[in-house]
């Protein structure tokens, strides 16, 4: 038989004589990666979507000493001279802060030595997400798939009711989780080393120390499959000097032209049009496979119920459409005790004719085919009878799971000529079972359309407006003439794309603002809140955090009188703040300090009164910051700079205060009122904008 691998379209290399263990749910995978993390001698790489240094990572018996991830490595890189550790962490949306930890590039560099290096990376297009779910250590065994090493993944293959590990480092506890990781070694290991060392050098423009050559002896590790080729798909955005590849989105095409016989996917999203219509053409050939799709029966949260689901429902009735031949089944796992709704399936996983095994980071989305980095790997087993026995045993693992089965079970009841969807249907009933997904209507075409930008498949290219519709020199004239203008445009435009990208984006994953509510809600509960807040203002201020950024979150934090407060009094301390720092370091050196850009900002406040205060507050000609220090350097009289900041900041704080609740409400709860309110809030902070901008000619 021919492989379908085929490097530099459809993967992006190939190796023969890999060992590969398929690992089904976090309890396996977390204690198999701390042993191996224990054996390394050289180099340890992470790269993930989120990464949690407190995270235990055995939970079930006797839990071992240097048990959380983050003092494991800390602990193993004390003890081993020539051990180096490598952390790569997206550079995550501040949406997602609450269900991550807190400061993890301050808790890596402060509190682990120095060769435990951790990076945030931030090296992608706007929108996208870096989605790999890599460890390799000594670039003799990695680990890639679905999993990351964070909170909210830990579970066993029974994904009991109350099950008292499954908690968050917290000691929270969250629904059953059920994902996949693959372990290789050799050659496809290295590869993987070097996948990450080329990311290190992108997000850092240094280097990644590379292990020294090791003979390691994986004999005693026991192997799913033994000496196995393997390719490495990968999924890279067009960035910089990074052309877009989309290997992993070619070999999902080819994976399901190659289907013969049956076709077995677990996934977390069904929306890409792209895999639809592949498999959409599959099943309606008179001698296509049968196709299994196992997925989450529904998603939580205001993104997965109005937006992936949405799609996910037309997807499913173009396939169930194509379906001439009965042979498609689609299912969500049920687990005694538990509501279907709180089960995650968040594997990526696709078994046709078991002959290939795939495994790894990509969801069945138009953002994992070409936005989010991404990375699979491809177990072949057309050439060893050796691999198809180990590609069939593991499809029929994760049958038996979802069915209460054993494997055994599985395989004989498919060997007596059973085909899956029988054998699933036979289980109907049972305590585990996997039940049909309902049929849904299908949405209007009008909001497909609008639910279709959650999902896109590609980069969105940022210089095509100015290109289509500016020459250079027509650029630059524009943008010299109406500065504050497209400043106030900028503001205007980060107040409706913070709540668009906490509804609407799914940033690779599930965004649930239940969730963020909760942790709102502790927040609020809380007596010493409004110190907090307003300290929060006052430190972000020196700290050159965006002021408008900050008024945005608070608006989405609070109710509108609080946070109304909340802005006004934080806005003025952190002015207050801004103005004794720039006392204390004088007009000489503030001046030094700011690039020649910021003189006309200077020139503007040395002109004294208030008047000068009010307008660069109200016209946004440079940073909250900048004028608190320059203010404070010349120095503006205090009374006049503190009147002039109050009045300046009132009609923008109340604007986007106002704007950003009722657009909150809008989308989970429109009405004529508060869209009239939401435009009103604007109508007056632009009003205002060009009444002071056209009556001192700013």
Known sequence: MDSILDPGRNCWKVFEDVNVSFLIDAEDYFRDLRRSLL???????????????RIELVRRGEKPGHNRLGPLLDHLVREKSGLNVYILDWDFSTILQPQRELLPLVKFRWQYHDRLRFQMDDKHPVGASHHQKIVVIDDAVAY???????AYRWDTREHRKDDPGRTTPNGRPYNPYHDVQARVDGRAARALGDLFRDRWTKATTGSAAKPEAKKESMESRDWDCSSARVGIARTFPAYEDQPEIREIENLYLDLIQSARQTIYIENQYLTSETFTEALAQSLSRKDGPEVIVVLTKDYTGWLGEQAMKVLRTRAISRLRAADGYGRLGIYYPVIPGIEPEQFTVHSKVMVVDDLYARVGSSNLSGRSMGLDTECDLLVDGTSSSGTREGVRFFKARLLAEHLGMDPGQVLQAIDSGSTMKELIESRSGKKRALVKLPERDEPEPSALKVLELTDPDHAVNMNFLKEHFFGEEDRKTFIKRNKSLLGFLAIAGLAVLVPLLWFFTPLGEMIDPGEMEKWFSILREEPLTPLFVVLLYAFGGLLFVPLNLLIISTAVAFPTIPALAYVLTGSLLS???????????????????????????????????????????IIPVAPFTSINLFAGAIPVRFRSYMLGTLLGILPGGISLVVFQRSLLKMITDFDPVTLILALGALAFFLGVFLFFRKRYHV
């Open 39 to 53: 054996d390394a001698g050289h180099t340890i790489y992470i790269a993930g979507w989120d990464i949690n240094s």
């Open 144 to 150: 890639c798939g679905g999993m990351d090493l964070t």
């Open 575 to 617: 002015s207050l703040a801004g103005y004794a720092v720039g006392r204390l370091l004088g007009k000489s050196f503030v001046r030094d300090f700011f690039p020649a850009k910021a003189e006309p900002l200077y020139q503007r406040l040395s002109q004294g009164g208030f008047v000068p205060v009010l307008l660069v507050r």
